[in-house]
DNA sequence: TTATATACTGTAATTATATACAGTAAAAAT
DNA sequence: ATTTTTACTGTATATAATTACAGTATATAA
């Protein structure tokens, strides 16, 4: 996609909110009015920059056909269950469904849900099933939840990390702490629990 | 609100799919080949009508000028936290802020989302400050998550019944159970919990 | 340095669109 | 029983809107 000028960007921006005004599009005439053209040719000539450049499309002989293309059709976030050995988290056969929600719901954005398997961190208050969103990040503090891959395997855990050593510690007092050391051939750490959400 | 015809009906709904397609409103003569009508005065009538039903507006003199007023802005869920003595748990007093959200996150439709206080469901994994969310309804079985009005006061508790009295149990060993008997003056089943949101 | 794109004004023509008016017919309300 | 509303066809017209064309000027890319 071709760079924007910043007078298409205004006559973008002015289509847009004309629209969540009104509900439909605004004529060449219209948008000369707004921005102080006094030519509906300099609103033409914009509006076909930004055809060409992709942003939107003009329906040809119809009154207002202007069509916003930055739509994100975005249908929520994929929820990940059990990770088939070797395979990428998002891989879709990994996908069990996808919730819609709010990008904001838990603050900042994040990537996916992660279904809980098991209780080795139900004395945090994460039960088997919970979702816990998480933000593809490898900026991690003490004490952050995170998602691990250890030798292919993928674990939800408190992270700690002190001068010579990873250690990846349950909240379950019948599980044990994993220390990642030199027979772990593979570490990485994937995300960042932001959020949780169960149903009862 | 006047009642609305089938054939009024047919022309918001192809409005509504137009706008869904194209993201501008129809002209009359396009109302008209979608639905078959052979003069633009049959759609003109239908808009008029519906104008008069207060189902949309129309803007004199713009082509395609037609506003559905049927945008039912829902800004969210409201989060309650500390319910005030004697007040209604929705009374605005008591919200403390708004989450927008999927009504069907949680599977069923809810009506609010309740703050956390204390430990007394921590076994359950429901801890301080997470937010759970309530559906307002007294249809409920035993051991169901239920918001309950004791005197006043509101609480959080598992539900059982048995023939002769009505227990309100926490999940944490140091709280005791409450005992709906004679002593209380005031009992109420506010509501039942569905989900669960926590922000990390 | 020679195009090409940006950024407009100004005018005009064609077509798209709203909208009024004259009807017809049936259903629903009064 | 009569009026009003619904539900259209069909025609016409003023105006709303797209869009082409002729310019001017500046900035940017080849």
């Known amino acids: 996609m071709k760079k924007i000028t910043s007078q298409q960007q205004k ?3 002015c289509i847009e909110v004309y629209i969540k005004e009104t509900g439909f599009p605004p004529t060449r005439i219209e948008i000369c009015k707004e921005l102080g053209f006094k030519s509906p040719n300099a609103a033409e000539m914009h509006l076909r920059a930004l055809e060409r450049k992709g942003l939107i499309t003009i329906k040809s002989g119809s009154s207002r056909g202007i069509c916003l293309n930055n739509k994100t059709v975005f249908d929520g976030y994929p929820v990940i269950g059990l990770v088939a050995a070797g395979s990428p988290t998002l891989a879709e056969e990994n996908i069990e469904k996808i ?7 838990f ?3 994040f990537d996916y849900f992660l279904k809980v398997k098991g209780l ?3 004395e945090a ?3 088997e ?3 816990v969103a998480i933000k593809k990040t490898t900026e991690i503090k003490n004490g952050d939840l995170v998602v691990a891959r250890i030798d292919e395997e993928v674990t939800l855990k408190h992270f700690f990390k002190s001068q010579n050593k990873i250690e990846l510690r349950p909240a379950n007092k ?3 702490v994993i220390t990642i050391d030199d027979k772990v051939s593979h570490f990485e750490i994937e995300g960042k629990g932001i959020g949780l959400l169960r149903n009862h």
Do not use: K
């Not at 919730?99 to 719901?105: A, G, S, T, V």
């Open 11 to 13: 006559v973008l921006e």
């Open 99 to 105: 919730i819609n929600c709010d990008p904001e719901l």
């Open 174 to 176: 019948d599980y044990s």
């Open 120 to 122: 080795s961190m139900i």
């Open 129 to 131: 099933n919970d979702l």
């Open 125 to 127: 208050g994460i039960l």
């Open 107 to 109: 603050g900042s954005n």
